[in-house]
């Protein structure tokens, strides 16, 4: 294993061993509202703390940019920067719903190199380092080979933060995937949402308005186990717009098809 995945692996673990333990304490956790739907919790920032603790003590001069406290560490120019969401799926995790995971990638010179994805109640451990694939619990991981929208099943999120934008065209999107598909999930944690698709237990995902940190360990997965990520229009500026659709190679062009007649001048870019 690379000594950077190696050191991502230690900080999502020990993060997901602090998220655990206050599993049975969620009355007494503190939250506060980032807006509203949008949560966070002292267990968000302690584990946000532990992970860029532990790799600080490996890498010094490492930058970061997590989702609770941005950017920090080097200036812009550093050449590694490490990218976190310490508890993907905050609101599952305030209400019980087990439902959540840890994320860490490894950016170097703007492009990931690393990522990691750990779901601490099942101790799922989903790796991926650019050029050698990604594995689950080491065993390697490719997409699913199913061939039709039919067969599929699909993951995705809703753009759920109030005064979207993108609340009607997404409806048709839903409404089209619901009718023509084998099912639709929204498990509530996009980053295992991405390593599913990864493993072969999705066949695609799709949803609009999403950060760097959700997306950026389990896009590099799905890449690593033969799928693509796309723009919702096919393109790549995903990163950028945080707007994804992810699959393998047949479920995510038919799933461009299927969102295409919903999409606003806006979303086409
Ligand atoms: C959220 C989850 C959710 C997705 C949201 C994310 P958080 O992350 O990944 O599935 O629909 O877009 O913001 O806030 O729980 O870390
Ligand atoms: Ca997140």
Known sequence: MHPLLNIGVRAARRAGDLVVRHINQLDAIKVDSKGRHDFVSEVDRMAED??????????????FLAEESGASGAGNDAEYVWIIDPLDGTTNFLHGFPVFCISIAVMHRGRIEHGVIYDPLRQELFTA?????????????????TRTLEKSLLGTGYPYK?????????????????????GVRRPGAAALDLAYVAAGRLDGFWEIGLNIWDIAAGTLMIQECGGIVTDLDGRDGWQQSGNLVAGNPKVHEALLQLIEPHLTPELRR
């Not at 532990?50 to 930058?63: E, F, G, K, L, M």
């Open 50 to 63: 532990d992970i860029i603790q532990t790799v600080r003590r490996s890498y010094p001069d490492h930058a």
């Open 162 to 182: 109030p005064g979207s934008e993108w609340i009607d065209a997404y409806m048709g999107m839903l409404k089209a995937a619901m009718q023509e598909t084998s």
């Open 129 to 145: 380092s650019r050029g050698t694939g990604a594995t689950v619990d080491g065993r390697r991981m490719r997409v699913s080979e």
